[in-house]
């Protein structure tokens, strides 16, 4: 991007030469998208796999070596494996995204995806922060949408970072990896939360949802036998004004025995 600029005339002088710099912005990287895909099996001669479509992505049914506008294709036998991959394309604003790919075996049975979840994040002090993803019996996780393991959490994560987390049902003898579910979420500054909570610690959640919900709901966040007795306060991180907004803080409800607060 151009800037350019110049003195203004006045009563002693014309317009000034303009003068220009311009200014080369990075590109933002931003994460893989979740594949979700569903193979329509009714046709053994002719199945067909459509990925879910995703706005501004582009589509693989072969690993990754071809990539087309296409979410689905069809032509498949019921003895054929299908290497399925999504992408974000480039952009004059952002780099290509990673890929994030899926092996079906036509011949195995299909799962929905797990549950939706969010992300909780711990500070560690003033340095970074820990991210868990939620586990979930027979499921696989990853941090950056190519790579799965057994591991949910993750360290490290910087101040400001911007983290997703992934979680899909692993293959089994007769599954396929189920489509997979992410969240993402904007580490708050550490010093912003020190600055309320001084030495004692905190946990950041997100909620993947906008507007009203309707209804009436119940938070109720495990947090260690060792914290009962302790009260637990309530704040929102406002983006716009960079601090933490208090909601509430109910010191006749403590953390229980169990460890619930409630």
């Not at 036998?77 to 299908?82: D, F, G, L, N």
């Not at 400001?160 to 500054?189: I, L, M, Q």
């Amino acid at each position: 991007m151009t800037f350019y600029a110049k003195m203004p005339e006045d009563k002693n002088y014309e317009d000034g030469t303009p003068k220009s710099v311009t200014v080369d912005f990075p590109k933002i990287t931003p994460a893989a998208p979740a594949l979700a895909y569903k193979a329509d099996h009714t046709n053994q001669a002719d199945a067909k796999v459509t990925i879910t479509p995703v706005s501004g992505a582009e589509y693989s049914f072969d690993g990754g070596k071809t990539w087309t506008d296409s979410n689905e294709q069809g032509g498949f036998t019921t003895s054929q494996t299908v290497a399925l991959a999504i992408r974000l394309k480039e952009t004059a604003t952002h780099n290509q995204s990673p890929a994030q790919a899926v092996t079906v075996n036509l011949a195995k049975k299909d799962r929905e995806a797990p549950p939706a979840f969010t992300l909780s994040m711990e500070a560690n002090r003033e340095t970074d922060y820990t991210v868990t993803i939620p586990a979930t019996e027979g499921c696989e996780y990853s941090f950056d949408g190519e790579h799965w393991s057994d591991v949910n959490v993750k360290t490290g994560i910087n101040v400001g970072e911007t983290v997703t987390g992934y979680k899909r049902y692993k293959e089994t003898d007769d599954y396929n990896a189920s489509s997979a579910v992410d969240f993402s979420v904007k580490t708050v500054p550490v010093d912003i939360i020190n600055n309320v909570t001084g030495e004692s610690s905190s946990i950041q959640l997100g909620l993947a949802y906008e507007g009203e919900f309707g209804f009436t709901a119940v938070l109720s966040i495990g947090l260690g036998k060792e914290n009962a007795g302790y009260t637990a306060s309530l704040y929102y991180y406002n983006e716009s004004t960079g601090e933490l907004a208090f909601i509430c803080a109910d010191n006749k409800k403590t953390f229980l025995k169990d460890g619930s607060y409630h």
